[in-house]
């Protein structure tokens, strides 16, 4: 990993750089924006995002894992996960940024 984390300050000030909103406008933009994505998932709804990906939410049901020290079973509870499936263009992004790129 690169150690750079993008933060919701780090978007704010995008935001406020390529748009021109205030900065306070463009931190209240992004905030609408996480919290419109974060309620749409708590809702079990899905959320495509053009040219960067899919976030959706899984169901998984009870299973039995084991404890890898003492290797006695514990029952896992059913649960719901977060899932991103990122698009083709993401993945081409990625992998030419690596200079993995393998159109030729």
């Known amino acids: 990993m690169a150690g750079n984390t993008i ?3 780090r978007l704010s000030e995008a935001v406020y750089q390529e748009v021109g909103l205030s900065r306070n ?3 209240d933009l992004v905030e609408a924006l996480l919290e419109q994505i974060a ?3 708590a809702n079990d ?3 495509k995002i ?3 990906g899919t976030f959706s939410v899984r169901r998984k049901g ?3 894992g084991r404890n890898p020290k003492t290797g006695e079973e514990v029952p896992i509870l059913p649960r719901r996960v977060l899932v991103f499936r ?3 263009v993401l993945k081409g992004r990625i992998n030419q940024a690596d200079g993995f790129d393998r159109t030729d």
Do not use: C, N
């Open 7 to 9: 933060t919701r300050a």
């Open 25 to 27: 406008e463009s931190a």
């Open 39 to 41: 309620d749409a998932l």
């Open 45 to 47: 709804e899905i959320v």
């Open 50 to 52: 053009s040219s960067f």
């Open 62 to 64: 009870e299973r039995v």
């Open 86 to 88: 990122p698009s083709q």
